[in-house]
């Protein structure tokens, strides 16, 4: 049991936030979605928090079973467990709601883009031909992420892929009018952002895919 106070219930809904249920927890969880992460990649992708509660935080998830040490010495990690990746479904629906709650009114810039991983996966898995097989490279503000869809499976995770066959280019701010509705993504592709083939393969069912998914997070399906 992590550090935290425990709501002593039997209800899984409490069972679960005695895990997650702190400040924060959640979105250490968000930013391992993209894949494995140093400590300092979840303070920059975090600001905000205080580096003795992300210290913490991250001792509570560990001993919940979320994450694991990823590595040894000092270049290492955390990365989720399968208990932690399976919080995936619970992100995605906080994000749908958050994405029709108002904006704040002076928001702080993040250090990466590792929190758009999980969504946008996610949401991709929804919609996603069980038949559809595609590896293409998405740089959202320059940060580089491998995405790959196969038997129906959607993953996106940081860095950049060895060799993709197509390559979209965007900043992270043009893609909230594609959700709200306001743009549509033909126009957002042709004006903001750039979908590029790179050995000749065709970019319209990636397109698609990336379509249905904003359309998703914007509570089309």
């Avoid at 219930?9 to 993209?34: F, K, N, Q, T, Y």
């Avoid at 993040?110 to 590896?135: I, K, Q, W």
């Avoid at 033909?186 to 698609?208: I, K, V």
Wanted: aromatic share 4%; with cysteine; hydrophobic share 45%.
């Amino acid at each position: 049991m992590p550090s935290q106070r425990s709501y002593a219930l039997l209800c899984p809904i409490a069972r679960a936030l005695d895990h997650v249920g702190d400040r924060w927890s959640l979105l250490i969880l968000r930013e391992l979605h993209s894949g494995p992460a140093r400590y300092s990649d979840l303070k920059a992708g975090l600001p905000g928090i205080a580096a003795n509660l992300l210290s913490a935080r991250l001792v509570d998830l560990a001993a919940s079973g979320m994450i694991e040490k990823d590595g040894e010495g000092r270049g290492a990690g955390y990365r989720l467990t399968e208990q932690g990746r399976a919080t995936r479904p619970i992100l995605f629906e906080l994000a749908r709601l958050g994405a029709h709650l108002p904006p704040p009114d002076a928001p702080v810039e993040p250090g990466n883009r590792r929190h758009v991983a999980v969504t946008l996966a996610a949401a991709a898995e929804r919609v996603v031909p069980p038949d559809l097989s595609l590896r293409a490279e998405i740089v959202l503000d320059g940060q580089p992420f491998s995405f790959v869809a196969s038997q129906g499976k959607v993953s996106m995770e940081v860095g950049a892929m060895l060799a993709p066959p197509m390559r979209y280019t965007a900043r992270y701010d043009t893609l909230g009018p594609v959700v709200a509705g306001a743009v549509p993504f033909a126009e957002h592709l042709a004006q903001e952002a750039r979908l590029e083939s790179l050995d000749g393969s065709d970019t319209a069912p990636f397109a698609a895919l990336i379509q249905g998914a904003l359309d998703v997070i914007g509570g089309g399906r």
